[in-house]
């Protein structure tokens, strides 16, 4: 069997802040675009997820040092026949900022995430997630978002 894939496209998500300020801050929208590649071989394919983020915005990374901090986090929820077999992020960059006793880990501009999954069956399928994240600038942090993603997939 070799996989043959099918991409849906790319998503847009925001974040918004509904307070006065707003209108004087950039807006985190990190433009979402799923991929899908080949896998290990046989019925395996790697997903990704590609998020840019805007200038001077950042997002916790999945592992803040902060516990008090939102991580980074893509929520998987594949249909039957699909089995994730793991999921990797990048490595977080350190951003210090005042007052703080250590850097934030942190991901910015462009970065991946990586979900290796194996299949049964031939049929296409989908597989949804959801991104859910913390965008900030070095003044501010956005609301807390959540935004859909899904790669449709089919082995011939």
Request: a positive charge; proline letters at 11%; one cysteine or more.
């Amino acid at each position: 069997m070799t996989l043959t894939t099918l991409i849906r496209g790319s998503l847009v998500a925001a974040a918004i802040v509904s307070t006065a300020a707003a209108g004087q801050l950039p807006k985190a929208r990190p433009t979402l675009t799923t991929e899908i590649g080949p896998g290990t071989g046989g019925a395996s394919a790697r997903l990704s997820l590609r998020v840019r983020l805007p200038e001077n915005v950042h997002v916790q990374s999945d592992r803040p040092r902060d516990p008090s901090l939102i991580a980074t986090a893509l929520t998987l929820s594949p249909p039957p026949g699909v089995t994730v077999t793991r999921v990797t992020y990048p490595a977080a960059s350190d951003l210090v900022q005042p007052g703080r006793p250590e850097p934030l880990a942190v991901f910015s501009g462009e970065f991946v995430i990586a979900i290796d999954v194996t299949m049964t069956g031939s049929a296409p399928v989908t597989v949804p997630g959801q991104l859910r994240y913390q965008a900030c600038t070095d003044r501010v942090c956005f609301a807390p978002a959540k935004a859909p993603v899904e790669w449709e997939v089919s082995l011939r």
